[in-house]
């Protein structure tokens, strides 16, 4: 469920480009980018590309089996870059099993104004992710 | 020869370029050139919005002559309409222009 994972929902919301709590894509576009510029944590997933020429990879950083932080680099797409910040919020301060958990469907559900060509984004940004996550599992740092 | 068209600028481009020009030369088949595309920025994408009367004749030569049409993504969500498009109008960015454009390159791309 998103709930799970969006915690407080501030009120006031409706608009398409507002997400399930309140906070518009372009809020998600803005910190992705800035995200997508940051160095890879020791962690770091496969590079993930789709039929469409999109790639994303995360990183993460552990701390006592839980996620203390993420990075990601994603090209070229904003929305597959929203899509990642997105998960990369939800997945800061989650145990490894629960940011497993996160379904690429709610992600989908929180950006609702994606439209319908572009919601593939997020099944490569939970793609990566869960790279990432496999490989925490595997006991590698790269 | 093919040619792609990108409006850019927000003077008269949409009512006046494309709406008295381009629009009914390409309805009447007089256009002169086979147009393979064309990509809106900013406040042009709202031609775009289902229930847009000139969108509506763009959308429809756009279907019976294959042109694709795609809107800014960034430009899109600013405004919110990305999801109230015409079926099968995308949003992108350059690289799905030009992904999409590769299995029908332009000879000019006009930047209006």
Known sequence: ?142 | MKVAYIFATQKHTISYVLGRMILPQLEEERHGAEVVAMFFFEDNTYILVKGNPLGERLYQVAKKKGILLMGCDQCCYEREIADKVFDGVSVGCFPDLYKALSGNVPDQVITL
């Not at chain 1, 799970?4 to 009120?11: Q, T």
């Not at chain 1, 590309?49 to 993420?70: P, T």
């Not at chain 1, 870059?81 to 490894?96: D, K, Q, R, S, V």
């Open chain 1, 1 to 142: 469920m998103v709930a799970d994972f969006a915690g407080p929902r501030p009120p006031g919301s409706g608009s398409c480009c507002g997400s399930s709590h309140g906070v518009s894509i372009l809020d998600y576009i803005e910190r992705g980018l800035v995200r997508n510029r940051s160095e890879p944590l020791p962690v770091i997933g496969d590079v993930l590309r789709d039929s469409h020429g999109r790639m994303a990879q995360f990183s993460v950083q552990l701390d006592d089996g839980v996620i203390e932080s993420v990075s990601f680099k994603a090209s070229f797409c904003v929305t597959l870059i929203a899509y990642c910040e997105l998960l990369a919020e939800w997945a800061t301060g989650a145990t490894l099993r629960r940011a497993a958990g996160i379904r690429p469907a709610d992600l989908a559900v929180a950006l609702t104004c994606v439209p319908p060509d572009k919601r593939d984004c997020a099944m490569l940004a939970k793609a990566a992710l869960s790279s990432a996550i496999q490989t925490t599992l595997e006991g590698g740092s790269t």
